[in-house]
């Protein structure tokens, strides 16, 4: 047992130093040219599309073809003509099945309402007009063409998202393939930094592929514990799903066929990662090998039967699951969901039409949340009537204004640059990121507050959005204002998939006081990772703890707060502090900071104290309940002379728990 635990030790502290040392490009990413736009307008009375251009090329007319999808083999000639402008009076039946090519003198403008409605960072696929291969082909040939696979993609801004419509008369998205994920023959999807899959059916089986891969760029692919910032949701995954991650990972409302294991099989040493989140899916034949990680949080899923360990060095955490495993020093199984609402999602309705679906709250739930021919409980909304999609390049102020109108706010995959904070100021509005979509403070005077403030009001959801900061600010996410006091129990506020960032890609020195205050009581977080950077494009050591200044990850203010999955590291001072009444937290996981100089300079109580705890529960709060907790020191960057001396503080109160 020693001999594991030094060489675990040993592992763990060669991960820190190789993270510390990755680099970034962002600072001199530039952005792409415009591209020639062209505009489609459909018109459903008379059933006909009018397609319109600006001038492109030298010489001769434009030729117009179609096809059903955009990476379709079949575009056939409708035409051409000298002006800018084509009517096409016999148009597919499906609108969003028609897609134009308009080219001249080798320069093709695909124009299509699909692309018009999402913009250029959200990729569709369409079984029923493409090869099996086609979309895997695409999405691995971005993989490798835009430095998502290794460390430069780490801190990109691009941001993309896949979505695959229903498969259609027993067809797939499998290629065909066989072994592990992680092998040539197996044909799989890799998965990069800030990229998404989602299926567009109504529920997982209807939409399948074949294999699903994440690759780890540490340790000659070996090491996980940077393979960040991805997500997959509502697919059905046929042969084998590698997903070879850490935290602000996402894989959600899955049927899982198949799987060999969590943990990759490249790379010519021991695996490891460092947590991540799954929920609402169903392994339908085998147990996953959750072997190598160190932390893991695993909700609502169904597993074969059996009650032996899947892996796990320290903090495995099965809440609500079906056949977990038993509990020992690793394994914390926990009987049932108390309260929880699943994350929106979009799909395509009968109709035809782009949807949300908006989750309906369930108590004590056990297992998923959907059936093979059920969505489930919930309330769906039309995309176009109900909602505001938000592209890359649309400022706070439009943002604002149509949630002023009512609107909730799809935010396609981007890089979102703010002057303000965006208020989400009405009962039961949506925020709903895809593709890892970035909410960044940007560095102006104006813009003190933060990313998002959300008012006091009932059924707010805020959900897959990573909240960046360039600039000094107060908060990067409050929830509810100061002095909040509303009860939301009927209809809570959600939060899930939420990730915030100080550090690690600015240049100018920040100070924000909090990542994420939650002043409002019944809030429900499904997955956090508050994160100051411990490493980056810009220098590190004692430089970034005088730049990237952030005293506490998160603060609860409110009572009746409950969270699932919470992953907060390397802040300054208390990492999370709770002052609410009968807070729960299911699964916590931390590292303090690497980067403290000096005791001095990291001494809590009035330097009494070594350090700081990971999680304080205040003198004041009479009751209490977390499970699954973990925080573990490792000081790589000031020679051993920093102490901490406290993990958790708690009252000494019969009814705070941890």
């Known amino acids: 047992m020693i001999k594991k635990l030094i060489s675990i030790f040993t592992a763990f502290a060669f991960m820190l130093i190789l993270c510390s040392f990755i680099t970034s490009n962002l600072s001199d990413e530039k952005k792409q040219d415009n591209k020639i ?3 489609i307008v459909y018109n459903k009375k008379k059933h006909n599309v009018v397609l319109s251009w600006p001038a492109f090329g030298t010489s001769g007319n434009y030729v117009i073809t179609k096809a059903g999808s955009r990476l379709a083999s079949d575009f056939i000639a409708l035409g051409s003509t000298s002006k800018l402008t084509f009517t096409d009076n016999k148009p597919n039946a499906d609108k969003y099945e028609n897609y134009y090519k308009v080219t001249r003198n080798d320069i093709a403008l695909i124009i299509s309402l699909e692309n018009q409605i999402f913009g250029d960072n959200m990729y569709f696929y369409d079984r029923k007009y493409e090869k099996a291969e086609t979309a895997r082909n695409e999405i691995n040939s971005q993989f490798g063409a835009i430095g998502l696979g290794g460390s430069n993609g780490e801190f990109t801004t691009k941001r993309q998202a896949y979505y695959f419509k229903a498969n259609i008369k027993g067809q797939t998205y499998d290629s065909g393939g066989s072994g592990s994920a992680s092998s040539a023959t197996a044909n799989s999807i890799e998965l990069g930094f800030y990229s998404h899959i989602g299926g567009l059916g109504k529920v997982p089986s209807d939409v399948k592929l074949g294999s ?23 697919v059905a995954v046929m042969r084998d799903f590698a997903w070879t991650v850490s935290q602000s990972t996402s894989a959600r409302r899955m049927s899982i066929e198949s799987t060999s294991k969590y943990i990759s099989d490249i790379g010519d040493t021991n695996f490891w990662g460092s947590g991540g989140f799954i929920a609402d899916t169903h392994y339908t034949s085998t147990r996953p090998d959750w072997g190598g990680q160190q932390q893991w949080y695993t909700r609502n899923a169904v597993f074969p039967s059996g009650s032996g360990a899947m892996g796990g060095s320290y903090n495995m955490v099965w809440q609500g699951c079906v056949n977990p495993p038993q509990a020992d020093d690793a394994n914390s199984p926990i009987p049932v969901t108390p309260i929880i609402r699943e994350k929106p999602f979009l799909f395509i309705d009968n109709d035809g ?21 059920d969505m489930g409980k919930g309330k769906i909304q039309d995309l176009l009537m109900d909602w505001y999609v938000a ?3 649309d400022t706070d102020v439009e943002i604002n204004n149509a949630l002023k109108a009512g609107k909730n706010i799809f935010f396609t995959p981007g890089h979102y640059a703010l002057n303000a904070p965006i208020q989400v100021n ?27 403030f959300a008012d006091d009001k009932d059924g707010i959801i805020i959900a897959g959005l990573l909240m960046d900061s360039f600039n000094s600010t107060t908060y990067q996410v409050r929830i509810g204002d100061e002095g909040a006091n509303a009860d939301h129990s009927a209809d809570p506020i959600l939060l899930t998939d939420i990730t915030c ?56 203010v409110g009572d009746d707060v409950t969270l699932y999955a919470l992953f907060a590291e390397h802040y300054q001072e208390y990492e999370v502090l709770w002052l609410g009444e009968r807070g729960r937290t299911f699964f916590f996981q931390n590292e303090p900071p690497y980067d403290a100089p000096n005791q001095a300079s990291w001494s809590s109580q009035d330097g009494r104290v070594d350090g700081y705890a990971a999680f304080k529960v205040a003198n004041t709060v009479k009751e209490h309940h977390s499970i699954g907790m973990g925080s573990y020191a490792v000081f790589t960057g000031n020679g051993g002379i920093v102490n901490k001396k406290n993990g958790f503080e708690i009252p000494n109160s019969p009814n705070v728990k941890l």
Not at 426 to 452: F, H, M, Q, R, Y
Request: glycine share 12%.
């Open 391 to 393: 592209k890359e390049g």
């Open 501 to 556: 960032r100080v550090g690690g890609v600015q240049s100018k020195n920040i100070q924000i006081q909090t990542s994420m205050q939650i002043n409002s009581n019944n809030v429900v977080g499904d997955h956090f990772w508050l994160w100051r950077a411990d490493h980056g494009s810009q220098k590190g050591g004692d430089v970034r703890w005088a730049r990237d200044r952030c005293k506490n990850g998160l603060i609860v």
């Open 212 to 234: 699903i891969f994440t690759r780890p760029h540490l340790s000659g692919g070996a090491n996980a514990t940077c393979t960040f910032w991805r997500s997959v949701e509502n």
């Open 426 to 452: 009405k009962k039961d509005a949506i925020l709903l990121g895809a593709g890892i979509a970035s909410v960044t403070l940007e560095p102006t005077e104006k813009n003190t507050w933060g990313c998002i």
């Open 37 to 39: 736009q062209g505009k």
């Open 353 to 373: 039409e782009y949807k949300v679906f908006v989750p309906a709250w369930q108590k004590d739930r056990v297992g998923v949340s959907w059936s093979a021919t």
